[in-house]
């Protein structure tokens, strides 16, 4: 038997949660913003996320704070060693290794 795992991809937008505040439907945003309403549905459902002038635009439509059309973060209150530390290390290890590397060619080539 196989079985099959869904991936659940993270809530990044409000932009559903909004249009129900205001009781705005999903066509409406469409016309407004000149887009289809499968490109509405899918923003709404988080399949695929406006550019931030579009999500600016929805911001000023409905006279909020751009803020809310975003699901809050909590980064801050996580544990755990952040992704760009690790980068950065491994960015240094590499350009170590280069480094020593290329000491060892000016070396050889001078013997």
Not at 52 to 58: A, H, T
Not at 72 to 90: I, R
């Amino acid at each position: 038997m196989v079985k099959s795992y869904m991936v659940v991809k993270p809530r990044l937008n409000r932009i559903s949660i909004v249009l129900d505040e205001f009781n705005f439907s999903q066509k409406d945003l469409a016309i407004f913003l000149q887009v289809s309403k499968n490109t509405v549905s899918r923003w709404c459902r988080n399949i695929n996320q406006p550019d931030l002038e579009k999500i600016y635009e929805i911001a000023k439509l409905f006279r909020i704070d751009i803020l809310r059309l975003f699901e809050p973060t909590s980064w801050e209150n996580e544990n755990g060693f952040p992704a760009y530390k690790l980068y950065l290390e491994e960015k240094n290890r590499v350009m170590q290794g280069q480094k020593k590397s290329a000491k060892k060619v000016k070396k050889l080539n001078h013997d």
